[in-house]
């Protein structure tokens, strides 16, 4: 039988959001490929979401967790000006890699074989003991690989003496062509370090005795990373040149969720995934990367890792427990403070809360930047704490909620197979390993 429709059911369909599943493909091509992200969605998901928003050609597009740059690659493909901020430098590197135009194209292949001959005539010796890719490879290694990346400033950025990525104003003036030969690096720098890469592809192995450093040759580096250009090249020929859009403009930037550089109603529709609260360290994932951004691990490295979202360590002063994150919130943390588990009342405990903090204000700036009518999509994951369930969608549901915003829709998608899942000991818990992802559409009244 053929279904009647009333003109107001219509002109709702008409305006609905397109939820797809987020999952991110197996096998990605084009520029998704260049960095495979684990926490990211998938580019399908994040064209199909924007488009159907409808937005106007002046709307501004913000992810404050926005990783490799899925958010921001779609909404300025769909002619929108996009905002991305990450507190991960290596994430900013990647974003703008992906961000490169495509009338660049005949000119990286010749701009790689420069790169490379300026690296074996540059006489790069500033290698000190504290270098942070020496936890990995021999000092002569190390040295090869830093003569490539101060070819790449010298070439595209035009310093005669390294710039410390470490610097965030240096990572913001950092170009698209800059960030697509930083890329590369980053893969190859990655191959090489296959060996200390575990079964969980999320963490990574240190060396802790010189004989277990790599020592690959020059030969061998400059190999790696012109292969690395020319599969990035491959993601850009056939591609259509972007036009040259004044009034549109993407911006990526070092920046924090919980203290977001926008002002307030700026924001017409915001795409991001929060991290989970699952444990995964964020920071150690992207290590490999940030080491060769010259990120020492233990100064400038731990100081980043404790500053982000979903950190696994526990910082110095925790607060405690807010009446506004919610019922199924506060329900929780006490369920964990209760647990018989070991350190459930003292390090598990504090962590969850350390985190619910974090994400509350976040979702607190949110709400400010984002103007009245504006939208706002979520991917969250549902997760657990030894047997006890974590509600995350709903956490965000009620968290939002108590500030004006409004959820419209909501699709759930379940998982068989995700990184909470990986430790053994999930399974004395629980048998069901599954996880519902679920995708959060809310509107600012």
């Not at 203290?259 to 929060?274: A, C, G, K, W, Y």
Request: charged share 25%; net charge positive.
């Amino acid at each position: 039988m053929r279904r009647k429709y009333t003109p107001a059911k219509l002109k709702r369909m008409k305006t609905e959001i397109c939820i797809t599943n987020p999952k991110q493909v197996k096998q990605a091509t084009g520029r998704e490929a260049w960095y495979r992200y684990y926490a990211g969605f998938s580019g399908h998901f994040a064209r199909e979401l924007i488009a159907s928003a409808r937005l106007s050609g002046k709307a501004t597009v913000f992810d404050p967790w926005n990783g490799a740059g899925t958010t921001t690659a779609a909404a300025y493909a769909l002619g929108h000006n996009s905002v991305g901020l990450d507190i991960n430098p290596a994430m900013i590197v990647a974003a703008k890699a992906r961000s490169l135009n495509a009338r660049e194209a005949n000119s990286l292949s010749p701009l790689g074989d420069d790169i490379l001959r300026k690296a074996i005539s540059n006489s790069y010796d500033e290698m000190g003991p504290a270098d942070p890719l020496s936890i990995w490879f021999v000092p002569n290694s190390v040295k090869e690989i830093r003569r490539v990346e101060s070819a790449i400033q010298l070439l595209l950025i035009g310093n005669l003496e390294r710039l410390p990525m470490t610097d965030p104003e240096n990572v913001d003036a950092l170009s698209d062509l800059a960030a697509f030969f930083y890329t590369a690096l980053f893969k190859a720098v990655r191959i090489l370090l296959e060996p200390f890469i575990p079964t969980n592809p999320t963490w990574i192995k240190f060396s802790t005795r010189p004989g277990n450093r790599l020592r690959p040759r020059c030969e061998t580096i400059h190999r790696l990373f012109r292969r690395q250009v020319e599969e990035m090249i491959d993601g850009v020929r056939g591609e259509a040149e972007q036009p040259l859009a004044a009034e549109r403009s993407l911006r990526l930037a070092i920046g924090s969720s919980e203290n977001i550089p926008l002002s307030d109603n700026e924001v017409d529709f915001t795409l991001t995934s929060p991290p989970y609260c699952t444990r995964i360290d964020y920071a150690v994932a992207t290590f490999p990367e940030l080491a060769v951004l010259g990120f020492e691990k233990e100064k400038s490295f731990e100081n980043l890792r404790r500053s982000m979202t979903g950190t696994p360590t526990v910082r110095p002063s925790v607060p405690k427990p807010n009446r506004e994150w919610g019922k199924t919130c506060n329900s929780f943390l006490k369920m964990v403070a209760l647990h018989p588990s070991k350190a459930s009342g003292t390090y598990y405990y504090k962590s969850h809360v350390q985190y619910f903090e974090s994400l509350f204000l976040s979702l607190k700036e949110i709400v400010r930047v984002t103007k009245h009518g504006g939208r706002a999509a979520l991917v969250v994951q549902d997760s657990y704490y030894k047997d006890l369930h974590n509600d995350l969608p709903l956490t965000v549901v009620e968290m939002l909620s108590s500030q004006g915003m409004v959820l419209e829709r909501r699709g759930d998608f379940i998982s068989a197979k995700h990184r909470a899942a990986m430790h053994p000991s999930a399974r004395k818990y629980r048998a069901n390993s599954r996880a519902t992802e679920s995708v959060l559409c809310f509107k600012k009244l």
